[in-house]
């Protein structure tokens, strides 16, 4: 029971980190809350899409290395593999960010000869046709910072590529393995996009609270205004919230941490969804649900 209580707890530290105010926006939630990503490739022409030349840009919305807080040893790293399924070799760079939008200050460890590490960023990396980037963080003594740390990463290649991460939750002296979460990679080109949200503030400590979670990644130069609406089964909107994100920043949010002002809801479940617009079409965005010590995928559905 107190294994499952710091798990839960842990993983709900590592998103709510992710923003700037945790403590208000994990009240009442104890959850194993790593948000996803959303597979897909993007437009044509887009930052995040797929252009005539077949370039593409996929995202992992979040990367997260180090030991969040809790008394006992345990240590997350995150491990992201990028494919090259097709049958020609492409080249792949790759841009880490900081929360706020500056360069991640992480060193990154691959599985290449030719790049064993980096730190923030990496260019024109061949990778054969059926051949795997592996590259991974806080997974071992080299690449696990002093301090808890969180990012996410954007990564361009000439052609196709598929990108797919996921967290460890490791003790840090044995290193058994609490937990495992993953994340297929994002695209990074929406301007309208809808996530579900399922809700239910039971009123009941024997029951667990329900509640849907996003993040969302700016991977545009120019700051984009993001317009985000709760509506309800009965197409009324119940709230709504208007924020910025800088270039290269991330934002992650419950949709009840007081941001969208809902007031008091109701102890019965709730289906709704959130309906996003971004002034630019620079967006990635990752969804989940959580309910006590479960989580469950949601989708991020493109509109554009």
Request: proline share 6%; glycine share 10%.
């Given at each position: 029971?107190?294994?499952?209580?710091?798990?839960?707890?842990?993983?709900?530290?590592?998103?709510?980190?992710?923003?700037?105010?945790?403590?208000?926006w994990t009240r009442g939630l104890s959850s194993e809350f790593i948000v996803y990503g959303q597979a897909g490739s993007g437009g044509s022409g887009g930052s995040g899409g797929t252009g005539g030349?077949?370039?593409?840009?996929?995202?992992?919305?979040?990367?997260?290395?180090?030991?969040?807080?809790?008394?006992?040893?345990?240590?997350?790293?995150?491990?992201?593999?990028?494919?090259?399924?097709?049958?020609?070799?492409?080249?792949?760079?790759?841009?880490?960010?900081?929360?706020?939008?500056?360069?991640?200050?992480?060193?990154?460890?691959?599985?290449?000869?030719?790049?064993?590490?980096?730190?923030?960023?990496?260019?024109?990396?061949?990778?054969?046709?059926?051949?795997?980037?592996?590259?991974?963080?806080?997974?071992?003594?080299?690449?696990?910072?002093?301090?808890?740390?969180?990012?996410?990463?954007?990564i361009t290649s000439t052609g196709t590529i598929s990108v797919t991460s996921f967290f460890e939750l490791r003790d840090s002296v044995s290193k058994a393995l609490y937990a495992r979460v993953g994340?297929?990679?994002?695209?990074?080109?929406?301007?309208?996009?809808?996530?579900?949200?399922?809700?239910?503030?039971?009123?009941?400590?024997?029951?667990?609270?329900?509640?849907?979670?996003?993040?969302?990644?700016?991977?545009?130069?120019?700051?984009a205004l993001i317009t985000a609406k709760v509506i309800d089964a009965s197409g009324a909107t119940v709230a709504s919230s208007v924020f910025p994100l800088l270039p290269n920043a991330h934002v992650?949010?419950?949709?009840?941490?007081?941001?969208?002002?809902?007031?008091?809801?109701?102890?019965?479940?709730?289906?709704?969804?959130?309906?996003?617009?971004?002034?630019?079409?620079?967006?990635?965005?990752?969804?989940?649900?959580?309910?006590?010590?479960?989580?469950?995928?949601?989708?991020?559905?493109?509109?554009?």
């Open positions: 029971m107190r294994k499952h209580s710091f798990l839960a707890a842990a993983m709900t530290v590592v998103f709510a980190i992710f923003a700037f105010r945790a403590a208000d030349s077949g370039a593409t840009t996929k995202v992992v919305p979040q990367i997260a290395a180090g030991n969040y807080g809790d008394v006992e040893p345990k240590n997350y790293g995150t491990v992201i593999e990028v494919v090259d399924p097709g049958t020609t070799a492409v080249t792949l760079s790759g841009n880490f960010y900081s929360e706020n939008g500056s360069p991640a200050t992480l060193r990154f460890a691959t599985n290449l000869s030719t790049l064993p590490t980096f730190t923030g960023t990496f260019s024109s990396v061949n990778l054969p046709a059926g051949n795997i980037l592996v590259i991974s963080v806080g997974t071992d003594a080299t690449t696990t910072p002093a301090n808890a740390t969180t990012t996410w990463g954007k994340i297929p990679g994002s695209r990074g080109d929406m301007t309208n996009f809808v996530i579900p949200r399922v809700r239910l503030k039971s009123g009941s400590p024997a029951v667990a609270d329900i509640e849907t979670g996003f993040a969302l990644v700016n991977t545009g130069s120019s700051a992650a949010r419950f949709v009840n941490d007081g941001s969208f002002s809902l007031g008091t809801e109701p102890t019965t479940r709730q289906y709704q969804y959130i309906s996003f617009t971004s002034s630019l079409p620079t967006i990635g965005a990752a969804a989940l649900s959580i309910e006590g010590g479960t989580l469950t995928s949601f989708p991020v559905d493109v509109l554009q």
